[in-house]
């Protein structure tokens, strides 16, 4: 038995090789480093890569580095699927140019939209029930068809630019507040960076850094995906700035508050006023709780809160933890945008028992557990973002294994 699995095994092996080596052969030229992608103002985010580039280095760590069997077995379940070969009526990607990913935020389309090159021109418009193909250049909607008044809509609205675009590296345009800013994910084995533009100083007030901790101007593009019944929305629809330190969170028996999160966060607001009716608007949605001056209890909690400035609320879920003297750690951040600490902290939740297993039958959280709990640690500087992985995690790896169990959604 063990004979048949090593004869299996090393077949395996041998079929992706002969695919690694016909995929190298049957693209004689290397994808050049300068490429042309679209540009739409109503993307909130895009995403660039070489394609080819990406293929043959995934090859290259699941194959010779890792060697993870079970792995490569759930590979070839994803790669059987045919919805996409349906949605796509055979059209053949060009490896050689760059693919893009982007979500658009418009009335006239507001969905996910990928675009690559292929290699049978279209001499006029060509529309399928998921895509609208324009000469080489197809644009895909993967999750819903696409009509032609919405092709047309795409077609008329993009913009393209030219991008150098090397191997182990992934273009990022994204749109916060009404700003677009360019940057570009690097890695290499057990790190990850995020290289932007450098940061403009911006010498602000926030909670100084443990656990995890995240500082920034808040996106108000977060509040679209927060559901309005949600009662602590309230807290967010004014916000201008937010600082916060999380410690994981644990499970109660408590109907009303079920998870208690262990956290300290500093919330910003345009002005006083708004301010006021953010914390007012919440005693009126908890009015049968005990308001204390500065302390509520919320089921196995006792939040604690204060006005630190005309505009400033400060909060946490445990005074003897966070604030003993009664007044945040506080520092001064340079550019305003700090990130640092455990990733892991954002999903280490205690007391799980029989939830634990709930939790983990829902793939997103399964799949953003396994990814955190593989980083070391997060850190930013003035012109992005590192993230360094435990030993012996490869980041392509675990970035693709994150994206299989997602797809099991």
Not at 155 to 164: I, N
Not at 175 to 200: A, C, M
Not at 279 to 291: P, R
Not at 362 to 383: C, M, V, W, Y
Request: proline letters at 4%.
């Amino acid at each position: 038995m063990i004979r048949f699995k090593e004869i299996v095994y090393v077949l395996t092996l041998g079929i992706l090789f002969i695919l690694t080596v016909q995929l190298s052969l049957f693209i004689s030229e290397k994808p050049s480093a300068n490429q042309r992608i679209p540009v739409f103002k109503e993307a909130t985010f895009e995403l660039s890569a070489q394609p080819l580039s990406l293929v043959k280095e995934l090859l290259t760590t699941e194959l010779f580095q890792l060697k993870n069997q079970a792995f490569l077995n759930q590979l070839r379940q994803l790669r059987s699927s045919n919805r996409s070969k349906n949605q796509l009526d055979g059209l053949e990607i060009d490896m050689s140019q760059a693919m893009s990913m982007m979500l658009l935020d418009a009335k006239a389309f507001s969905k996910v939209l990928i675009h690559f090159r292929t290699k049978q021109e279209a001499k006029q418009e060509t529309f399928g029930k998921h895509y609208v193909q324009n000469g080489f250049d197809v644009f895909y909607s993967p999750s819903a068809a696409l009509s032609k008044t919405q092709a047309r809509w795409i077609l008329q609205q993009v913009r393209w630019k030219k991008q150098v675009i090397i191997a182990k590296q992934i273009i990022v345009h994204q749109n916060v507040n009404g700003q677009s800013s360019e940057g570009s994910i690097q890695w290499d084995k057990n790190e990850l960076n995020y290289v932007t533009r450098p940061l403009k100083i911006n010498r602000t007030l926030i909670l100084s850094p443990r656990y995890f901790h995240y500082s920034n101007e808040f996106p108000k593009k977060l509040l679209n995906v927060i559901p309005p019944e949600l009662s602590l929305r309230c807290l967010l629809e004014s916000l201008e700035r937010i600082s916060l330190n999380y410690d994981g969170g644990k499970l109660t028996e408590d109907q009303q508050f079920p998870f208690a999160p262990s956290f300290e966060v500093l919330l910003e607001y345009k002005n006083p006023a708004s301010m006021e009716i953010a914390i007012q608007t919440v005693q009126n949605l908890y009015d049968s709780l005990e308001w204390k001056e500065k302390e509520v209890r919320m089921g196995s909690q006792e939040i604690f809160f204060k006005r630190t400035s005309p505009k400033t609320l400060y909060i946490c879920s445990n005074k003897a933890q966070f604030c003993p003297s009664g007044n945040p750690n506080l520092t001064r951040c340079q550019t305003g945008f700090l990130c640092k600490g455990e990733l892991g902290r954002l999903t280490s939740i205690k007391n799980t028992g029989w939830a634990g297993l709930v939790l983990d039958m829902i793939p997103a959280f399964r799949a953003s557990k396994e990814l955190f709990d593989g980083t070391k640690e997060i850190k930013s500087s003035n012109d992005g973002i590192q993230i360094i992985f435990k030993p012996g995690k490869e980041v392509l790896h675990e970035l693709l294994k994150t994206l299989v169990v997602y797809r099991q959604e």
